[in-house]
């Protein structure tokens, strides 16, 4: 089965800064990959996903994460973060051999932007 | 496009009393559809899935219950709710592995 560990539980970024999270997965094959993004009291919004070939992945709203096998990790990052990307972010895993497309989901990691 | 909605968006239940939440899906037919919870400062954890009409999968043991009478209708239940039952719940529509999500359900256990 695939899990899926985001080490760090709460960041906090100045506006205009870089931000890096991290996401780690355990899976036997080469997985699907996904990060989405809650905002307080809402759904969540993919923000990128990586299925295979680049390796580095452009999503939305400035977003971009790349995938690296020998370390099994999907770091996201933004080069400069705006306050409205204060939110909570997760990074999932689907098995690519699983045809029901269920998603493994981190524990999320909480984006606090300062000014 | 294919939307997918949630209701209700808050509620607050008192201890053993029932829970009916429910989700729809438009703009596609024969969806996989999936109940996570979300609670407290934590990740989301899958509850159900279904691939079909009448065809549930139970990913964890729990006081709750789904059922898919229709194809693009998922309802969680429970007949008697536990403290532990709040959080927030989301529904999700699976297609080719990527998942689209509800605006979720904010359920507090009284």
């Known amino acids: 089965a695939q899990s899926v560990t985001q080490p760090d539980i709460h960041i906090t970024v100045s506006e205009g800064a870089s931000l890096e999270l991290r996401c780690n997965y355990s899976?036997?094959?080469?997985?699907?990959l996904f990060w989405y993004v809650q905002s307080p009291g809402q759904g969540l919004q993919l923000l990128l996903k990586?299925?295979?070939?680049?390796?580095l992945v452009q999503g939305i709203k400035g977003f971009e994460a790349e995938f690296k096998r020998s370390q099994s990790s999907f770091n996201l990052r933004k080069p400069s973060v705006h306050w409205s990307d204060a939110a909570e972010y997760f990074c999932a895993v689907g098995a690519t051999t699983d045809s029901w497309g269920k998603l493994q989901f981190g524990a999320g990691t909480q984006v606090v932007v300062t000014p | 496009s294919q939307t997918i909605h949630q209701w209700p968006a808050t509620l607050v239940q008192p201890v053993g009393s029932p829970l009916s939440l429910e989700c729809t899906v438009e703009g596609t037919s024969n969806p996989n559809l999936y109940w996570y919870r979300q609670a407290a400062g934590r990740g989301l954890q899958l509850l159900f899935y279904?691939?079909?009409?009448?065809?549930i999968s139970s990913e964890v043991p729990q006081n709750l219950s789904a059922s898919r009478p229709q194809d693009r209708q998922f309802i969680l239940s429970s007949k008697k709710l536990l403290l532990s039952d709040s959080g927030f719940y989301l529904c999700?529509?699976?297609?080719?592995?990527?998942?689209?999500f509800g605006q979720g359900t904010r359920l507090t256990v009284v």
């Open positions: 990586y299925f295979s070939g680049d390796t």
């Open positions: 999700a529509w699976v297609m080719n592995t990527e998942a689209f």
């Open positions: 279904s691939v079909g009409i009448g065809q």
């Open positions: 899976y036997g094959a080469t997985p699907y």
